[in-house]
DNA sequence: CCGTATTTGTTCGTATGTATT
DNA sequence: CAATACATACGAACAAATACG
């Protein structure tokens, strides 16, 4: 036997996708047990097939409505200068809309905890027992969950803050320049440099329903995680932002480049 | 129910794995049919256990010898200034060795052809017929597989080479200075900035091969594009590396940041 | 080199649960 | 409430790859 069963039934719907005969518009694919008739295969080989194919991000299935072929236009995420995962919502917005599509930010969620979580406390060079403030956002584009976002500053510079009778990092409302605009704005304090830091991971539990993930875990996340440094090179603020590999691409243009041509198109 | 039977097993053994009580070793995990017993389960509620593990990462079955833990030590690519996917196998070896790691890499395999796929000839601006030379190697870590990597440049530039004697593009042999330094000598052609395009997709069949990833593709890659550029922001050559998600992390620094520390560490 | 045992891969069948329409 | 469609679970059989005597 050349290919298993289920893999030939997949690559034939595979084809049928590409060739636009299948998965056109809303309507689903033919269910399970109409496959199971068509292909002269039992539920579970075609049960097999779909998965292969529901791993490659090709198909997703909604119970009970059925298996829907997935057409995601990527967004095209511009790392050059200091944009990408800063945490400026203005910036992230205006991007966006210079594609014609709409940008919307949650409201944040704030949180005042121990920076127990190992990587934190690392990366933020926090000593043992001390607190950071996180804020946490969900990013939309067009109304489809896009990128979920937290921002974690050491309680110190927020006492700092509120000292000078500045409170906005505690209040839950978006703030559009960034708390790092913010910081140097009323403490003075300046961003001379950050480390990004970007890999890939299988979805946790949370992750996989905001963005509505398949169950399986078979679509990746990038996790990006960017900490900001003072002057002497002290951390300022770490900023841990998660896309969906499916739906984001990355760009970095370092020295002379052409202009990127306006994306969006399918 | 609470959570699935298959579910409750998957985490049972992520435990006793994370303990330490699973797959010390070499030794691969129980056979299913121990499995079966010892959970009480039949043997297909095994297999759903292992497969949810195997989307994720963390084992690695290899028929018929068994089930085995995965444990990676990641490496970390820095994105700073004109490092990362230049091309330069003198660069990507020197990184690699000051962790402590062997970099091996492949001869080249060296093609002509017509850039009929459409993205190369995009990023190169090639108009219709065109050819492209194209060098195609492999490295390794430690012996094991770690990036793909193909350049192509036009072939009018190769020509221009030839015509000054120039022929190690066409030499199945690695430049360790890389093809775009050879270029800067040979005809006065400077790079003057690149475009890094980074995105995440499921492997191809060559790629599953060469990287010995799970035939059921939840691993995915990266696959990274810098397209370099000359005066009048001509493009000059196209360089697309590939690697396995499940090994790599990159890490881009802007402005003043602390030193990394010297990582390879467990 | 050969045959056997072990282990996973594939495929079938069947039954029951659960969520949506 | 019923119908539909997917999710989970069990059992069984044969195939394919490898290890070992």
Redesign the pocket.
Known sequence: ?AD???RQIADDLRRKIDAGELGVGEK?LP???ELEASYG?????I??AIKWLTTRGIVQ?R?????FVVRIDPFIIAMDRTNGFGGESAAYASEVEAINRKATVSKPRIEIQQASEAHVANELKIEGEATVLSRHQQRYIDGLPWSLQTTFYPMTLVQSLLQKGATRLLDAEDIPEGGVQYLQEHLGIKQLGFRDELRVRPPDTNETEFFDLPEDGSIAIFETRRTGFEEDKRPLRLTVTIFPVDRNQFVFDVGEVPDRPKSGAA
């Not at 295969?41 to 080989?45: C, I, L, Q, V, Y």
């Not at 119970?63 to 298996?67: D, E, L, N, S, V």
């Open positions: 036997m298993p069963k289920y689903p269910s399970e047990k295969a039992s539920r579970n080989t049960r097999d299935t119970p009970p409505q059925g298996t």
